[in-house]
């Protein structure tokens, strides 16, 4: 069958990258004669994808007849559908010989009302397409009625958590939902070169974002004051690891003050931002502790076997915990806190425990990489 992915920002975005790199790998463990098409918002970024045609998700202009009837819905209906149809039907266009559409977007329907990808979503279903939310964690405060009803377009929702998808079972969401492990979780890693002197031993790899920083205007004061702890009580050096650099949203650009301050310690380095999400993965494998904002970041640690604390406490970030361990362990809810204790006191656990981590995570990567695996054999039944 032909794959049509859609509400993919782009590579720069490690998280989305390794979405479509992971769904690749389970679709084609079902389905041997895969063919891929990459419906995305930054096509630039994304030529480093093999067996995949990558189309830019352009939008169109209305002609003029169109813009008067565009102005009549608005005025007497309230309503920008017309408009958002003609608008998106160039990608709608580029799935003409799909046979299933992926909205693999992960979040996308944890930010604001979603209304043009509900738009698009019912323009590849009245195409005649199935399509599937792919991958998909929602929160309850995000889940509007609006949102709820979107829902329902689609063929089936795979759920990537369990904290989704009980909300999306009780809320009678779609007829079709599934539980299956981020597909993230199916990614391959490159093997990288270690940093001199930092080795899987003595490496803790740190991952902070803008985001968070959003959320905590503390941010800075209290990574630094927990790095002065790491570099006064333990013999660990610090990679700093970016895994989004966007533009606007840059994790790079967003730590280097934070390398800056401590680079006379000769114990802290960071990565370049020009790598891809393999090779970001090589790297968090080769660390000994690995804290994470991005939740693709946290995923490529626990994925890895490195015993990780995931900042923040969005849904997908509490439900992947939950889904690894049962419970929602090491997830840290850093817009709360306004020192640098809680975190000291988390990673003091997760030294602690490390090889009871280790153990955990041996036993349970597997059986997520098994459940990620077996999305891609329920797609062959939608």
Known sequence: ????????????????????????NIICNSDENADFVLSSYNPESDTGFKG?????????NLNSFEKIIAAMDLKINHSEVYSLEKMYSPIVADAADCDICLSIGGDTYCYGDNHGIQVLTRELKKSGKKVVLWGASIGEKDLTEQKLESLKDFDAVFAREPITYSL???KNANDNIHLFSDPAFCMER???????GFTRGNTLGLNISPLIAAGNKKTYEIIEDFLSYVFANTTLKVLLIPHVVEKNNNDYNFMKPIYEKFSGTE???????????????GYIANTRFFIGARTHA??????SGVPTIALGYSVKARGIAKDIFGEEKYVLNFSDIESSEPLRDEFLKLVENENDIRRELMTSIPLRMRSAMEAGEMLQKI
Request: net charge positive; hydrophobic share 40%.
């Open 298 to 303: 946290t995923i490529a640690a626990y994925s």
């Open 190 to 196: 490159e093997s990288v070169e270690p940093i001199d």
């Open 1 to 24: 069958m032909k794959y049509f992915m859609f509400n993919h920002v782009g590579s720069e975005n490690h998280g989305c990258e390794a979405l479509v790199r992971g769904s690749m």
């Open 267 to 281: 114990r802290i380095a960071v990565l370049p931002p020009n790598l891809n999400v393999m090779q970001y993965k």
């Open 168 to 170: 999306l079972k009780l």
């Open 52 to 60: 995949v045609t990558v189309k830019s998700a352009k939008t169109r």
